[in-house]
């Protein structure tokens, strides 16, 4: 008789093979399905349950399933059979992702604006193992995903970092372990960033911000104009690209910006008095026309074309649209008065971001602090002429 090894499992031929360890286990070998059988008496009957399918159940999970029901034979306690989930109705991962998805969109509320993004990166993610039974999916397979998507980050320069992929995932997981669809939310044991992933700290510096903003108006087309507008609208504001494109007329009123829950990735209210710079950026139109629109009055697309004329006009390479926002806030934070105190403190730059509060304080901190990110945005254009080294109407410098 063949011993049963965990790596033979995979290539043994068509019958039933005894395991030489636990009395009565079988691991039976059929045309399409393998599964682990325990032949065993009680009250004078022959039992020959099914106790696993393999590959979900290997010879250790058999082994030690076979193993607890002989212990209650033996100490004459009843053995309740737990008839295994077949591979078949066992649900993917692709299913999973799907019932999460559905169960947001019921749901509505925060985090809807941007579900469509978290979900196609998630399917990215979990690409190779989408048709796994999910409860199949182990840590060592979660770090193999994390690890090729951050490979792919480093050669093609996407925006979608590995470490946001597992913070999508793990929202995931984190409701499918409480549903009961899975045991744990291995994200949470796991650690986001796969070797050679590095965040982002690009700021760019006193001469690339001038080639870029002088780059800006001597963009073809009138999409390439609007883009432009939109590149030297985003520095002097620090905003989110999503939020640039999205931006209408009719959020402006009487210089102040006001974006609603459903109008940013935070999905948090926001409101902000921009500076002239920023204003002078805008144009005019109707309150339901976008500001920073195509040719055709429609959202700008195919930005990564546009990104690389901006290159190509300013010979600044190897920067991204969000490093507009990191520049901005970082000179902010650096701004300070004549005894080196900071002029804008960091509740102030994170406020300006939208960025919630961590921690028990995001419980009692409720202010808007409207007045101070007014301030702020101020003494940024004001240290953002002395950059550009102008003044006046910023419109057509």
Not at 132 to 145: G, S
Not at 151 to 162: A, I
Not at 239 to 257: P, V
């Amino acid at each position: 008789m063949q011993k049963l090894t965990a790596a033979a499992l995979a290539s043994l031929p068509i019958g039933d093979h005894l395991d030489h360890i636990i009395p009565g286990l079988v691991f039976r070998v059929g045309a399409r399905r393998r599964s682990w059988m325990l032949r065993y008496r009680a009250g004078g009957k022959q039992n020959k349950p099914v106790i696993g399918y393999y590959p979900e159940s290997g010879l250790k999970e058999a082994r030690e399933a076979a193993k607890a029901i002989l212990e209650r034979l033996e100490a004459g306690v009843p053995v309740v059979e737990q008839k295994p989930v077949h591979p078949k109705d066992a649900m993917t991962l692709r299913t999973l992702v799907g019932k999460y998805e559905k169960m947001k969109r019921a749901k509505g509320g925060r985090g809807t604006k941007s579900l469509n993004e978290a979900m196609r990166t998630v399917r990215r993610l979990l690409a190779d193992y989408l048709d796994l039974p999910a409860r199949q999916f182990t840590k060592a397979d979660l770090k193999k995903a994390r690890d090729k998507m951050a490979r792919g980050v480093r050669k093609s320069g996407t925006l979608q970092m590995s470490d946001r992929a597992m913070t999508y995932l793990s929202a995931v997981l984190n409701w499918a372990a409480k549903e009961d669809h899975i045991e744990t939310n291995l994200v949470s044991v796991t650690h986001k960033v796969g070797p050679g992933t590095v965040k982002r700290k690009r700021v760019l510096t006193n001469d690339e911000i001038r080639a870029i903003w002088t780059a800006c108006p001597k963009m073809s087309g009138v999409a390439g104009k609007s883009y432009g507008r939109m590149i030297r609208f985003l520095l002097v504001s620090a905003q989110r690209l999503s939020e640039g494109t999205s931006l209408k007329h009719g959020a402006i009123l009487d210089g102040r910006w006001r974006q609603g829950e459903e109008d940013n990735k935070s999905a948090r209210e926001h409101l902000l008095k921009l500076p002239q710079m920023a204003l002078d950026q805008l144009g005019e139109g109707e309150a339901n026309a976008l500001c920073f629109a195509s040719g055709k009055g429609r959202r700008l697309s195919g930005i990564s074309n546009f990104k690389r004329e901006l290159d190509r006009l300013s010979g600044v390479t190897g920067w991204r649209t969000h490093d507009l926002r990191r520049t901005a806030t970082t000179r902010m934070q650096d701004m300070t008065d004549a005894d080196d105190i900071p002029l804008i403190s960091r509740d102030v730059i994170s406020a300006i971001m939208n960025h919630a509060i961590d921690g028990a304080d995001g419980h009692y901190l409720h202010g808007t602090m409207n007045k101070a990110k007014s301030r702020a945005l101020q003494l940024w254009e004001e240290e953002l002429k002395k950059i550009l080294k102008i003044s006046g109407n910023i419109r057509q410098q």
